[in-house]
């Protein structure tokens, strides 16, 4: 975020008296809210489970569904082969495209649905990223992204959940607490190329 430097002259202080000169001018110098420029990137917000089956995957999408989340799209993350001879259906049933991540550090290749997630790790994988890991540090705090390269390479699923409202955001979280087998978080990641 920038801010624009707020200056402010007192124009009167009598030290007899602790009070300041409350003058229009005294205030006169300090920005407008309109006057502030407020820059931040366009975010997207996920829920993320972590899965050791695709078994407990079907199980969570079909609870988010029970619990009326309409899921517009969702991402898997894994090792290419956690996806192998595997087809991975959108919510309309159409098949969705696997894109493999090349991280020149890491020892197995990873692979995502595609999708937001696919799109915000190429761009980073494009920009010079070497591994998993160093892809999310570009949002999330270092532990947070260890931690995910770690349940990848380990064989686990990633399911990064799309929110778009506090409603969407606590069904996620309760269905996934509920079928993952480790932790669960809510994570920004900003959209690429903005």
């Known amino acids: 975020m920038v801010f624009a430097k707020a200056r402010a002259t007192l124009t009167h202080i009598n030290p007899q008296r602790p009070s300041v000169d ?7 110098s300090y920005p407008s809210l ?5 820059m931040e990137q366009p975010k997207l917000r996920f829920a993320v489970g972590t899965f050791d089956t695709w078994q407990q995957v079907r199980v969570a999408l ?3 569904r029970v619990h009326g989340l309409l899921l517009n799209s969702f991402n898997c993350l894994a090792l ?6 595997k087809t991975i259906l959108a919510p309309d049933q159409q098949p969705i495209v696997i894109e493999v991540l090349s991280f020149p550090d890491s020892p197995n290749p990873i692979a995502s649905t595609c999708g937001p997630l696919a799109d915000c790790l190429s761009g980073r994988l494009r920009a010079g990223a070497k591994s998993l890991n160093e892809a999310l ?3 999330l705090i270092p532990r947070h992204a260890a931690h995910f390269q770690d349940a990848v390479e380990a ?3 990633l399911f990064w959940i799309p929110l778009t409202d506090a409603d969407d955001e606590r069904r996620a979280y309760q269905t996934l607490l509920a079928h993952s ?3 669960v978080g809510v ?7 903005e």
């Open 155 to 157: 064989g686990k699923i």
């Open 62 to 64: 079909h609870d988010l």
């Open 80 to 85: 290419e082969l956690v996806f192998g001879g």
């Open 187 to 193: 994570h920004d990641l900003a959209l690429p190329g």
């Open 34 to 38: 309109a006057e502030i420029p407020f």
């Open 181 to 183: 087998s480790n932790s």
């Open 22 to 28: 409350n003058t229009p001018q005294l205030f006169a």
């Open 137 to 139: 540090a570009h949002w």
